[in-house]
C-alpha cells in the first residue's frame, strides 16, 4: 500500500490488463471505465500470445508520451527507463520479451519467463525494447500484499496463480473455483472433467472425475497392514481442473464480476490480473 500511494502520485503509470484471451470481451469497456482515475494515464488490454496484439504493439508509444511531457527543465538523458511492477505470475518478463522482440526483431528471452509465481526473484539489468526513442525496461519481482485478510480475495489470487500452489493447497483453490463457478452457472466443468451433472463439494467432484476418467493410483492400506487399495486420484485431478481453468477451458472468467456495475462503479477491493508500468 505504502509503495503504490508513494509511487503513483510520484510518477506517470499506465495499467495493462494481461491475458485478455481469458477475459470475457463484454465486460472489458466497464471494467477499463472502473479503473481509470486520476492517477492512471491509460488502461490497456493485453494478450502476449498473441503476434499482433494492437494493445501490446500501442504500449511504447503511449509510454513515448508521457516521457515527452517531462518538464523542460528536467535532466535529459539519451535514454528513459520505465519499471514494470504487479503481482506474480502476470507476464511481467513475457511482455518485455514480447515488446522487444516486436521493436528490435531480435529473438531470445532477456527477461526470464517462467508459468510460476515467484520467478523472478531480484531486479535485473536494465532491457532496450526500443531504438526510436531509446527505453529500457527494468523488470521486477511480483508485488503482493505481505497479508492477505480477504478469503475472497486470497482464493481469487490463488486461482489466477499468483500465490504458489502448494502454500494454499490445489484442493482448497478447486474447491474455491467451484463454488464461483456454480453460483455463476457456469457449468462447462461438468463435461470437461467427466461429470454427470454439476457439483457443490471440490473433493466429491475431483474423486468423481478422477473414477471416471480412470485417474487412480494405488496406497497402503493401514487398516490392513501390509495391505494396498486403489484410490482415486484426487491431485491429479485438481491439478488438471486448474490447468483448465487458467487456460480458459472453463469459459471466460471475470471473478470480480460481482465488483462491477454497469456504469463502471467498482468495489474498492477490485484484484485483476494487473500490471503497472511507471
Avoid at 501390509?226 to 471473478?255: H, W, Y
Amino acid at each position: 500500500l505504502t509503495f503504490r500511494e508513494n509511487l503513483n502520485k510520484s510518477r506517470p503509470h499506465i495499467l495493462i490488463l494481461n491475458k485478455m484471451d481469458l477475459f470475457p470481451e463484454a465486460e472489458r469497456d466497464s471494467v477499463k471505465r472502473a479503473l481509470l482515475d486520476d492517477n492512471l494515464v491509460d488502461v490497456i488490454w493485453t494478450n502476449c500470445r498473441d503476434r499482433d496484439d494492437p494493445g501490446m504493439t500501442s504500449i511504447i508509444s503511449k509510454v513515448s508520451k508521457q516521457l515527452n511531457m517531462r518538464p523542460k527543465d528536467s535532466f535529459l538523458k539519451p535514454f528513459s527507463t520505465v519499471l514494470v511492477v504487479g503481482i506474480p505470475n502476470v507476464g511481467k518478463s513475457s511482455l518485455i520479451n514480447k515488446l522487444r522482440s516486436f521493436h528490435l526483431r531480435v529473438g531470445g528471452r532477456p527477461a526470464a519467463v517462467a508459468a510460476k509465481p515467484g520467478h523472478t526473484r531480484a531486479v535485473g539489468e536494465r532491457i532496450r525494447v526500443c531504438d526510436s526513442p531509446c527505453i529500457y525496461l527494468l523488470d521486477s519481482p511480483g508485488i503482493s500484499v505481505p497479508q492477505i485478510t480477504d478469503m475472497h480475495s486470497g482464493m481469487k489470487l490463488a486461482a489466477c496463480g499468483t500465490l504458489q500452489d502448494h502454500l494454499v493447497g490445489e484442493e482448497h483453490i478447486c474447491d474455491y473455483l467451484l463454488f464461483w463457478l456454480n453460483i455463476h452457472q457456469c457449468f462447462d466443468y461438468v463435461e470437461l472433467m467427466g461429470l454427470q451433472e454439476p457439483e457443490d463439494d471440490g473433493t466429491i467432484m475431483l474423486a468423481k472425475s478422477a473414477i471416471s476418467q480412470r485417474k487412480l493410483k494405488t496406497v497402503r492400506d493401514i487398516q490392513r497392514g501390509s495391505g494396498l487399495k486403489i484410490i482415486p486420484d484426487i491431485k491429479l485431478s485438481a491439478s488438471k481442473f486448474l490447468r483448465m481453468f487458467r487456460s480458459g477451458k472453463l469459459g471466460l472468467v471475470n471473478l470480480d464480476t460481482d465488483m462491477f456495475k454497469g456504469d463502471g462503479s467498482k468495489s474498492p477491493h477490485l484484484i485483476n490480473r494487473k500490471v503497472r508500468v511507471y
